[in-house]
């Protein structure tokens, strides 16, 4: 069962799809935050029914993966 969490930032991706033809099935979060003190970390979240295996498959794609132009109608360019 998906946590409420993740069930709010599965409906805000969701609201900013490239295109209305497609569906958001899977996704995965790091964020970093900084405590008072000063002390910065990392956090993970993954979408409803995303596993371990596909979390880290995300994670790897988006940053060594190759960045196809265009591939859809406002889709990220790649730097």
Known sequence: MAAEEQEQI???IQTQ?????VELVGWSLIAEWKTSDGRRFLSRIAGPDVTVWQM????HEGVYGQWLENALPGAWQAN
């Open 10 to 12: 599965h409906k805000t």
């Open 56 to 59: 880290k498959g995300y994670l």
């Open 17 to 21: 799809a490239p295109t209305e033809e």
